[in-house]
């Protein structure tokens, strides 16, 4: 029999650890290969508690484990490894210098894109390979260049060896109880055998049946295929990619290596069952008094979900007309649920928190609850210091980790 391989991975951005969840989850018994978690690093800079890292720690162990701002940790102090994940924040990603030599380059202050890069960069062994998440936007931010910041990533790991594909997946398209779309991009260092034989692939071939996502998420061609190419340097990219473009050149789906875009928009295939609100529900004499909407309370939340067209003045004295369409309200249950935002936590009536009505009326959803639309375990995010609004917001952050052990499971059966 083959002996196990570990397959080495650092979690950087880590939250309360969406990805390492869904990786050890993708850890099968039938496939010779296992995700080993050997460091991760969560730092939140607005705060002194560092509340995500204490249940990262509870969960996990404070062993290899970073509480300390990334840009302040050496390279040679994170240990070598074979796989690179995190779900970094969407910046501004734009260049704004070259650092002496020309060696490297350097982003703005504090936009994280470019400590994943510092990393990549300065490792003497590579990781062979990224497994990365953002909001979908990232594929056409900024607002005056559509796309750039992407265009920046792709050619940036372009010129440290790497092949990349990308796809916008709603986790709900494919059974999952959210819906929550994502963009979840893959990169091959040149020395693996998925480079290889992604660079002999057919690029559509690659996007709708050959590549790692397509194996995982089956899709079919919708719309707008297009290929370009970037062939500048990312200073040059950062300074002129499509500038006045109304919309980005990035589809849902693509593929870069070489230099070389080939980008379509795609549709799920999916004939599995489906996870909906009313199946991730605790009993309700499980739920404590305080979710539950007063009768006092309730006409406050049905005025925010509902259709508006009035005149509101500015405290400056200017009046302007404000419309807004109207919300479910209260929230489907035989339905995957909407997309949970970091506000949803806390009493005050909102317009984008879940309303659920039961038996016992009309309620708030608890952090289990929440839990369970992000497919993390009951309680994951349930310490003594932790507030249920903080739990809230943790999974407004998180992301669906069935989408992770998914792909994981993929990349497991992929890696020679």
């Not at 302040?72 to 970094?88: A, E, S, W, Y």
């Not at 703005?108 to 390979?129: D, F, S």
């Not at 372009?158 to 979840?184: C, H, K, S, T």
């Amino acid at each position: 029999m083959s002996k196990t391989k570990r397959i080495k991975v650092i979690e950087l951005f880590a939250g309360v650890g969406g990805f390492r969840l869904g990786l050890e989850k993708a850890n099968k018994e039938s496939v010779k290969n296992k995700f080993d978690v050997v460091w991760s690093n969560q730092w939140e800079p607005s705060t002194k508690m560092q509340h995500a890292s204490l249940v990262y720690e509870a969960r996990f162990g404070a062993s290899n484990h970073s509480n300390n701002d990334i840009a302040q940790v050496k390279t040679n102090d994170i240990p070598d490894h074979d796989m690179l994940v995190g779900g970094f924040p969407c910046q501004d990603y734009s260049v704004a210098t070259t650092l002496k030599n020309s060696k490297g380059l350097q982003g703005k202050k504090g936009v994280l894109w470019w400590q994943i890069y510092r990393i990549l960069e300065e490792k003497t062994n590579k990781p062979k390979y990224l497994f990365l998440e953002n909001v979908d936007r990232l594929l056409k931010s900024p607002s005056t260049q559509r796309g750039r910041d992407f265009a920046i990533m792709l050619k940036s790991l372009d010129e440290l060896g790497y092949a990349v594909e990308w796809r916008v997946i709603n986790a709900a398209d494919y059974g999952m109880p959210q819906r929550r779309r994502r963009v979840f991009i893959l990169a091959y260092h040149k020395s693996t055998n998925i480079y290889k034989t992604f660079s002999k692939s057919n690029k559509e071939d690659w996007i709708l049946n050959d590549g790692v996502l397509a194996e995982s998420f089956p899709v079919q061609f919708d719309k707008s295929e297009a290929t370009f190419v970037l062939n500048k340097d990312v200073k040059h990219i950062s300074d002129n990619f499509n500038i006045g473009g109304k919309l980005s050149p990035f589809e849902t789906n693509g593929v870069f290596i070489n230099g070389d875009v080939f980008t379509m928009k795609t549709k799920s295939i999916y004939n599995g069952s489906y996870t909906h609100l009313k199946d991730i529900l605790i009993k309700d004499k499980g739920v404590p008094e305080a979710y539950f909407i007063s009768e006092d309370e309730l006409h406050k939340w049905k005025y925010l979900k509902g259709a508006k067209s009035e005149v509101r003045e500015t405290k400056e004295g200017f009046k302007y007309k404000y419309s807004e369409g109207s919300m479910v309200f209260p929230d489907a249950l035989d339905n995957s649920s909407r997309t949970i935002i970091t506000g949803e936590g806390g009493k005050s009536a909102s317009r984008f928190k879940h309303v659920v009505k039961t038996k016992r009326g009309y309620r708030r959803l608890v952090p289990q609850e929440l839990e369970r639309l992000n497919m993390f375990p009951d309680n994951h995010t349930k310490l003594e210091s932790i507030t249920d609004t903080k739990r809230a917001f943790f999974m407004g952050n998180a992301l669906v980790v069935g989408v992770i052990e998914k792909i994981g499971e993929t990349l497991l059966k992929r890696i020679k």
